[in-house]
């Protein structure tokens, strides 16, 4: 957060004031007392480069998106952030004239947090460099190293002029979650009474959250990962405004232009998805699996893998559009973008959505809210792991009905060992997701159809998904097969990871599944030991390309949620421009 939070602005003030923590390169228990778990909002302020914000307000902003609520329900409720309840651990980044001061080693801004107790970390600030870098690795080894802890950065506002491979380090990582921008229904801005900006020379057919917007950048990674991972709104977001240097706070009452304030950018969209993980994150604290009934002898600790495999889940596949246009691209840019359009994002997963749009309706089970036949399903449990050439096996049914059509979704997510900047290929053990649909008469393989001229298993994403079109209420029962091969595992004896499946399957076969309907739980594969029979083990074929870039029911607990935001320039210690991903 170069731009820190206005710790008096009312959606996070505390009568107790604010528990402000000297930055140190290896904290510990110790740095987090007894008794600032109480605090009403921010349980931890690590003051790295001051302890206040600047006069743009970013940190602020996205803090506000995240996990702001008023501190007394009134007219400013309606614009409290993802998950109001939630408390902040925040780490100061910022300078006062809006420069960005990071760590040396980011792993120690990430320890700051664990040892507050956050497990969802939310960054919005990067470079421009599109390659894997040491920010990169950072995070990808912090989460490797802690089973528990989720990184989501933004992709980025680069994306205006269409071009592909404009995501910046660090959300080149690959196990955290990139968030790009979707834009947001005209109806949701009228609700609240807003007029969007730009709104008389911006179409309005683009305010549909089924669209992209224009900003946000798109992937892949320079070694072909697709990025980014999912996208969230981002376009005219409503949020927490900073109050002037030297003026009296924001407190809730004033007039609205005093106390919130409109921005643009991925910077919006990630703290809203990292708000959206929280309460993924207290779906499984408060019990809610496998049952879709709160019951607290069920807790479970989700992973990182396992909170984003169920994002993954929960994206909603986009298919409307994204303007090209020069309207977002930076001022002083010589060259404007080369041909004005409305470009396709229909692909998916593709380089402009990755998996779709956050949507915790579409993978969360509420058995009191819902009469849908939607199941959620975690196969082998919380924490399965493979050894090298294993594969595993769930056999399951996909049942046909007349109140759903909706795919059966199947995620499989890892945390990869860290890369090497230096290498070709980040992607360090090699897992492959396959599906035997209808007695082997289809098989399916992990990302089908994100490359073209691939038919081959995925060797560069630790994210494999599978989608199973519903069956008819005349085709009866389908038997299917979930396999998890393990292709190379190059660093330790096993890989853990986490395999989600959403939607009519149910964990038996079909002959077994009847008898069992109302019969919840975790799935135990079926273990063979055996060369993997992936196809080709040598990767994609070099002329691969992405296809089609030429161009809820929410869960509200105490989840603290770590929120580092973005910076406007670095000038200090990094040749590399660092930003924030907001717009304004």
Request: aromatic share 8%.
């Amino acid at each position: 957060a170069d731009s820190g939070i206005d710790t008096n602005h009312c959606f996070f003030s505390d009568a107790n004031g604010v528990p402000i923590s000297q930055y140190r390169s290896n904290p510990t228990a110790a740095d987090f007392p007894a008794g600032q778990e109480s605090q009403r909002k921010i349980v931890q302020y690590v003051a790295f480069a001051d302890a206040a914000d600047d006069e743009d307000g970013h940190g602020t902003h996205v803090a506000g998106i995240a996990a702001g609520s008023a501190e007394i329900d009134g007219m400013y409720s309606k614009f409290n952030g993802m998950a109001p309840e939630s408390k902040l651990a925040f780490f100061d980044i910022g300078m006062a004239n809006g420069d960005l001061n990071l760590p040396d080693d980011l792993t120690s801004m990430f320890q700051w947090s664990y040892v507050a107790g956050a497990r969802i970390h939310s960054n919005s600030w990067g470079t421009e460099a599109p390659q894997y870098t040491s920010l990169s690795r950072d995070m990808d080894q912090y989460m490797y190293a802690h089973d528990d802890f989720l990184i989501l950065v933004a992709a980025g506002n680069d994306g205006a002029c269409g071009q592909q491979t404009t995501i910046g380090s660090p959300a080149t990582a690959k196990n955290i979650i990139t968030v790009g921008s979707c834009m947001t229904d005209i109806d949701s801005y009228n609700t609240l009474g807003i007029t969007p900006p730009l709104f008389s020379s911006f179409p309005t057919t683009m305010f549909d959250a089924n669209n992209i917007a224009t900003f946000s950048s798109r992937g892949p990674t320079s070694d072909s990962r697709i990025k980014p991972d999912i996208v969230a709104p981002g376009f005219a977001a409503m949020s927490a405004k900073v109050a002037p240097r030297g003026s009296p706070s924001n407190v809730c009452g004033q007039p609205d232009i005093n106390v919130l304030t409109v921005k643009s950018g991925t910077s919006m969209s990630t703290p809203a998805a990292a708000g959206a993980l929280a309460l993924i994150r207290e779906y499984f604290i408060e019990g809610f699996y496998p049952t879709g009934r709160r019951n607290q002898s069920h807790s479970m600790t989700p992973s990182g893998s396992l909170m984003k495999a169920i994002a993954v889940a929960g994206g909603k596949h986009l298919t409307g559009t994204r303007l090209v246009t020069d309207q977002f691209t930076v001022a002083t840019q010589q060259q404007k973008c080369p041909n004005i359009q409305f470009a396709s994002i229909d692909q998916f997963p593709g380089v402009d959505q990755g998996w779709g749009r956050l949507q915790l309706d579409q993978v969360l089970e509420f058995r009191e809210t819902s009469s849908s036949p939607f199941y959620l399903y975690l196969l082998g449990g919380t924490h399965p792991s493979i050894a090298n050439s294993q594969s595993h096996t769930y056999s399951m049914c996909v049942m046909p009905s007349p109140l759903s059509t909706a795919p059966t979704r199947i995620v499989l997510v890892w945390t990869d060992p860290p890369g090497q900047p230096q290498s070709a290929i980040q992607l360090v053990n090699d897992l492959d997701l396959i599906v035997e649909y209808n007695r082997s008469d289809q098989i399916h393989l992990g990302n089908e159809g994100a490359y073209d001229g691939v038919a081959t298993a995925d060797r560069r994403n630790p994210i494999e998904t599978i989608l199973i079109n519903a069956p008819t209420m005349s085709d009866g029962p389908i038997d299917m097969k979930i396999i998890v091969n393990a292709a190379a595992i190059n660093i330790g004896q096993e890989q853990r990871y986490s395999l989600v499946v959403t939607g009519l399957a149910r964990p038996y076969n079909c002959q077994e599944a009847a008898s069992n309907e109302d019969d919840k739980g975790f799935l135990t594969p079926l273990i063979a030991t055996s060369p993997s029979n992936d196809g080709n083990r040598s990767g994609f074929a070099s002329a691969s390309v992405f296809k089609g870039v030429i161009i809820a029911a929410a869960v509200i607990g105490t989840c603290i949620i770590c929120l580092v935001v973005g910076a406007v320039v670095l000038k200090i210690r990094y040749s590399t421009v660092i930003r924030a991903r907001g717009i304004n």
